[in-house]
């Protein structure tokens, strides 16, 4: 019946198998190929969305058309004919080495490239990502750090958190006898506020009468 341009090979027998069965596809690369490798125009014909093969698209449009009484004066190219004012702007499909699925095409990792689909070394991964995924290039943020446990920028951190699992445990445990040092000088010399009431009534306290 035709083929597309990943050489992709369509056939149709109605005589010899039943309905539903009667169409095939041969791929063009049996190495490499999925459901997705199937051209659009091509898979709406293989699921039996239309009759009308890519191939004999023109001639159908045109046998349609024939049966459209246009009811007002289009500008839309093609006229009266009802060819391109029926099915509307088509842009030219563009894909990478005829794959329409276009996940396949990212990289092994490394900068390798992918050897399966063709993708060389170096090059950006071709497939959509959507806004605010870690993989799409405007959601990948600079590492900022906001500071080192060390003099010379050594182990920096960009938060607190970061900071306490870079820290090892004999300095923790000599910023708790320092915190211990500095909690027993601000409790020297303070009288609570019992002792200083006993005080001003001229009762004896800790510090004297």
Not at 62 to 71: M, N
Not at 157 to 179: F, G, I, P, Q, S
């Amino acid at each position: 019946m035709g083929a597309d341009a990943a050489g992709n090979r369509y056939y149709e027998n109605r005589v010899d198998y039943p309905f539903g069965q009667h169409r095939w596809v041969e791929p063009g690369d049996i190495h490499n190929y999925d459901a997705a490798s199937i051209a659009p125009e091509w898979h709406t014909w293989m699921t039996h969305m239309n009759d009308a093969p890519p191939c004999a698209q023109e001639q159908f449009l045109a046998d349609a058309g024939d049966k459209i009484d246009p009811l007002c004066q289009s500008h839309a190219p093609g006229g009266t004919d009802h060819g391109d004012s029926m099915v509307g702007h088509m842009e030219e499909a563009t894909h990478f080495h005829n794959l329409h699925n276009q996940s396949q095409v990212r990289s092994r990792g490394y900068n390798i490239g992918n050897h399966v689909v063709g993708l060389p070394p170096g090059v950006k991964d071709s497939y959509y990502t959507q806004p605010g995924s870690p993989y799409n290039d405007a959601s990948i943020r600079p590492l900022k750090m906001v500071g080192a446990l060390d003099e010379d920028g050594g182990r920096a951190y960009k938060n607190d958190k970061w900071a306490d699992r870079l820290t090892t445990d004999d300095e923790k445990k000599a910023v708790e006898e320092k915190k211990a040092v500095e909690a027993k000088k601000l409790s020297t010399g303070v009288v609570s506020r019992k002792a200083m009431a006993m005080r001003n009534r001229g009762g004896v306290t800790a510090w004297g009468a």
